[in-house]
């Protein structure tokens, strides 16, 4: 006994080891943008700042605010973000509830989940799905970055699997009492479900979110691209015509900040949401993840 407990101690503490190597792995990257964040330009630009700021200072973040369009590329993600994933749930929920019935109660059961899973294998390209957005007269607006994505597939095969590993006897005692299939969702499906719900609204925030590729080429004037569409064109390139027009308190705020430091807190600022939200749903996600994945 002495020994299996020697054994083990060791063995959990060489688990606890790894682990922390791999997350500090996972969280020097982002401690590093932030230190060059708030590291003096010359600092950065040499190279010199590892995991804490040298010089410290917020002039990178003075500045990046003074771009008359952050805020409302903010602000167009944020919408996308709450409209987005309100429509990814509750067309995920519709779609899951009756896919995860056996084919005794509904048929067509397997021919629509194979027609969904289809579409996780192959996709019409880039070209028919710019034609079908331009053709509904989508373009340059909010709804072409939400309505596209409507249907996330992978999270309603998630959310299917979840319903099929809930007791059949709750759905059996409230048909008895009379309930519906939609009194049964709302009230008996949902509410058992929230590790796998907040899973996938965990996925579909952090899906809004980091999308850029869908507002560069739908969005035609830069005022109506979302934050990561926004600052791709900034970190991929600076712009230099920011010094023609600009006033002295402008330029002098420039020459403080360097392309390294004011790329740096931009990222951070567009990380900042996502690491605020995922606290709160982390304790949800391998539960939700690990059950929706387990199929009867």
Not at 32 to 40: K, M, R
Not at 254 to 265: G, I, P, Y
Not at 269 to 274: Q, W, Y
Request: proline fraction near 5%.
């Amino acid at each position: 006994m002495n020994r299996t407990g020697m054994g083990r101690s060791a063995f959990q503490l060489l688990n606890y080891a790894l682990l922390a190597c791999v997350a500090i792995a996972c969280v020097a990257p982002l401690v590093n943008v932030l230190a060059i964040s708030l590291s003096e330009s010359a600092y950065a630009a040499a190279g010199s700042v590892k995991l804490w700021p040298v010089h410290f200072t917020i002039e990178s973040y003075i500045y990046a605010f003074q771009d008359k369009l952050l805020l409302p590329s903010y602000w167009i993600s944020v919408q996308r973000v709450a409209l987005g994933v309100a429509i990814n749930m509750f067309l995920t929920i519709l779609v899951a509830y009756p896919l995860s019935k056996e084919v005794r109660e509904f048929r067509l059961r397997t021919y629509y989940v194979w027609l969904l899973f289809i579409t996780i294998l192959f996709n019409g390209g880039l070209i028919p799905w710019y034609v079908t957005i331009r053709q509904l007269n989508l373009m340059d607006s909010l709804w072409a970055l939400i309505l596209p994505s409507a249907v996330p597939v992978f999270n309603c095969i998630l959310l299917l699997n979840f319903f099929r590993q809930l007791p059949k006897e709750l759905q059996e005692s409230a048909h008895v009492d009379g309930a519906g299939h939609w009194t049964i969702l709302w009230r008996i499906m949902v509410p058992l479900s929230k590790p796998a719900l907040a899973t996938l609204v965990l996925f579909a925030c952090v899906n809004h979110w980091n999308a850029w590729f869908d507002g560069l080429i739908l969005m035609k004037r830069p005022e109506h691209y979302p934050l990561q569409t926004y600052l791709q064109t900034k970190v991929i390139s600076f712009n230099a015509n920011a010094l023609l027009g600009a006033t002295k308190e402008e330029l002098e705020s420039l020459m403080a900040v360097s392309d390294r430091t004011l790329k740096a807190a931009q990222i951070f600022l567009a990380a900042l949401p996502i690491m605020c939200v995922y606290p709160f749903l982390q304790k949800y996600f391998v539960k939700g993840i690990v059950m929706g994945s387990v199929k009867e």
